[in-house]
């Protein structure tokens, strides 16, 4: 595949040139001068009001073994726009080459899975589960689909991907196989006669006829081993989406099926949800998932021997960010300055913590599970 390997991003290939034409001057000039980089974002995507820091355990397996010290939040946390989120010190000469791979890995990884959260949040306790792996590079789906799942996602849908979190893939039937028996009702007699009984039964109803016919149909073919049916209409038939799922729902319920669950998905994101979720118990979100906006983060140089120095529109010297634990206020500061108590009277906390010392990794990076409750816990106290 065109993809590039661990070994070839450390050893500096998947760099901009620029970066390596300036370790070269460098080397040859023999010009090391010890600096600290700062990664920040100056906004975020379309305004929002928090991000979810991602995709610092691959930044920092490429960076271990080399001569630098690194602090960063922990992968997971929330933050704001302008807020450090990541700062490295050592020989410009030896880690200037990392800058391009280090920004992709949170660049893209935190936009995952902050529209993961974002999604997750709007759903409130509602199933949500990534069906976007189609939508990019089969190489990257494993990647793609642990983000979602630590930014909230109940479930991703690709067998590879679920294997590496450690969950059951999950995932109703194509209309493919629809397709090729002829008949939804039958499509799920098969699916029920082959497929294990630990996989629930979803039915996809908008193959061939009116969603609630093929609703009721199924329903009662089935009985109660069916547990939801998925609606994906295609937005030309699509209408009053809202009024279709309210239709089936209502057409089960009067059959004696009100415990046959809702599932959507085509197109889905917050905003949909938002919408949706008084008559929808689960969605399959895709492309606004997978093809979610990247968080702009920028690496820039903010001291140089010690001394503060960086280039315009930015702000010099070594800064930490600060929480408050009581009413999560967020303050920006100057490293070297003294925690102080917040005007709520709670205490600030510093986010970035050391990582890396000497090119040593300190801590070994924590299960994906345990991030993705740490991003929960965070999400109860935010709004969208």
């Known amino acids: 595949m065109h993809t590039a390997g661990y070994d070839e991003v450390r050893a500096g290939r998947v760099t901009d040139v620029y970066f390596e034409r300036t370790w070269q001057i460098l080397t040859a000039k023999g010009i090391h001068k010890r600096v600290t980089a700062e990664v920040r974002a100056a906004g975020l995507p379309n305004g929002y009001p928090w991000a979810v820091f991602a995709g610092l355990e691959e930044a920092l397996e490429v960076l271990v073994g080399l001569p630098v010290d690194v602090r960063a939040m922990p992968e997971g946390t929330l933050f704001h ?28 990884a935190s936009g995952i899975a902050t529209k993961a959260a974002r999604c997750r949040k709007a759903a409130g306790d509602r199933q949500v589960i990534s069906f976007g792996a189609r939508r990019m590079h089969p190489a990257l789906a494993p990647m793609i689909e642990r983000y979602a799942f630590m930014g909230g996602c109940d479930g991703v849908s690709v067998i590879l991907s679920a294997e590496k979190l450690g969950i059951p893939p999950s995932g109703t039937m194509p209309h493919a196989l629809i397709l090729l028996v002829g008949d939804v ?3 799920c007699q098969l699916f029920d006669e082959v497929i294990p009984r630990e996989v629930k039964r979803v039915a996809l109803v908008d193959t061939f006829c009116d969603e609630k016919l093929e609703s009721v149909r199924t329903a009662e073919a089935l009985g109660d081993r069916l547990y939801a049916v998925r609606l994906d209409t295609p937005a030309s038939r699509r209408g009053d989406f809202y009024k279709i799922i309210e239709e089936v729902r209502w057409e089960l319920d ?13 197109g889905i994101d917050e905003d949909q949800m938002l919408e949706l979720n008084s008559v929808v118990d689960g ?6 998932i997978s093809n979610a906006r990247v968080v702009d983060f920028a690496l820039d140089i903010v001291e140089i021997e010690g001394a503060p120095i960086t280039k315009r529109g930015k702000t010099s010297g070594v800064k930490q960010a600060l929480r408050c634990s009581r009413c999560a206020d967020s303050r920006v500061v100057l490293a070297s300055a003294a925690v102080s108590k917040c005007a709520c009277g709670g205490q600030y906390h510093p986010l970035l913590k050391e990582v890396i010392r000497e090119g040593k990794l300190l801590e070994q990076p924590v299960p994906v599970q345990e991030t993705r409750t740490y991003v929960l816990r965070q999400l109860a106290d935010v709004q969208l």
């Open 283 to 288: 969605y399959g979100v895709g492309a606004s």
């Open 254 to 266: 009067i059959r004696g099926f009100s415990g046959v669950r809702m599932i959507v998905s085509g």
């Open 81 to 108: 726009a302008g807020e450090p989120v990541f700062s490295i010190t050592g020989d410009y000469a030896e880690f200037g080459r990392m800058e391009t791979a280090i920004l992709g890995f949170f660049c893209q």
């Open 185 to 187: 009702v039958r499509a």
